[in-house]
C-alpha cells in the first residue's frame, strides 16, 4: 500500500477538510497551507503572492499573458515570468514529497507533478452546488450575497491555472483514481472511503 495521495478539489466541497481527515486516518503529513510556506521560503516572494496565484488565473488571457511577461531570475540569470517560477518551485516541492513516497497533497496541480511516480492515489472532490453555498456561508464564512460569484471564481481560477500548466482538463475524471461527491456524505466518511480505497486498490 503506497499512502501518496493527491486531493483536488471544487470550491466549497469539503476537500481540504476532508485531505486533512484522511492524513490523520493515514498517519502521513498533510501538505496544504505548508506548500506556501515552503515555496515562500525557497523562493524568496512574500507568502500573499504564492497563496494568491491560483486565484490570478481567474481570467485564463490575463494569466498566459502574465506568463508571457519574463525577467532575470535572479539565481540563474535565466529569463522566467512569475508566475512560471511560483510554479516550478512547487513543482520542485511537491516532486521532492513524491520521492519520500507518503503524504496528502492538497491542490497545486500535484496528480499531474507526481504522474510519473507509480502507485498515487488522484483524488477529485466536488459537490452540488447548493451545498457548496451553505458550507461556504456557514463554514468558511463567506458573504451570502456574494458567494455564489466566489465560487465560480475561484473554480474557474483553478481550472485555468492547472489547465495552463498541466495541458490538461481541471475535472477530468481520467486525471484521476477516485472522484468523490461530497454532498451525501460526510466529511469522516468521505475520508473513511478514500482510506479504504487506498488500502484495496490494485498496485501496478
Not at 3 to 31: C, D, Q, W
Request: proline share 2%.
Amino acid at each position: 500500500m503506497k499512502k501518496l495521495v493527491t486531493i483536488s478539489r471544487s470550491y466549497g466541497s469539503g476537500g481540504r477538510l476532508i485531505g486533512k481527515l484522511a492524513a490523520e486516518k493515514l498517519g502521513v503529513p498533510l501538505y496544504d497551507k505548508e506548500l506556501i510556506d515552503y515555496a515562500a521560503e525557497r523562493s524568496g516572494l512574500s507568502r500573499d503572492i504564492i497563496e494568491s496565484a491560483e486565484l490570478r488565473a481567474k481570467s485564463s488571457f490575463t494569466y498566459t499573458l502574465q506568463s508571457a511577461i519574463s525577467y532575470a531570475d535572479t539565481v540563474t540569470g535565466e529569463p522566467i515570468s512569475m508566475n512560471e517560477k511560483l510554479f516550478l518551485t512547487q513543482f520542485d516541492i511537491i516532486e521532492q514529497i513524491g520521492e519520500l513516497g507518503e503524504g496528502v497533497i492538497v491542490g497545486r496541480c500535484a496528480d499531474y507533478i507526481l504522474k510519473e511516480i507509480p502507485n498515487v492515489t488522484n483524488v477529485f472532490i466536488y459537490a452540488e452546488l447548493p451545498d457548496r453555498i451553505r458550507r461556504c456561508t456557514e463554514v468558511y464564512g463567506d458573504d451570502p450575497d456574494t458567494v455564489k460569484k466566489k465560487i465560480a471564481t475561484y473554480d474557474k481560477a483553478r481550472a485555468n491555472y492547472y489547465n495552463y500548466h498541466t495541458c490538461q482538463k481541471w475535472g477530468d475524471y481520467s486525471n484521476y483514481n477516485l472522484s468523490l461527491n461530497s454532498s451525501y456524505i460526510s466529511e469522516e466518511a468521505a475520508a473513511d472511503l478514500i482510506v479504504e480505497y487506498v488500502k484495496t486498490r490494485a498496485y501496478r
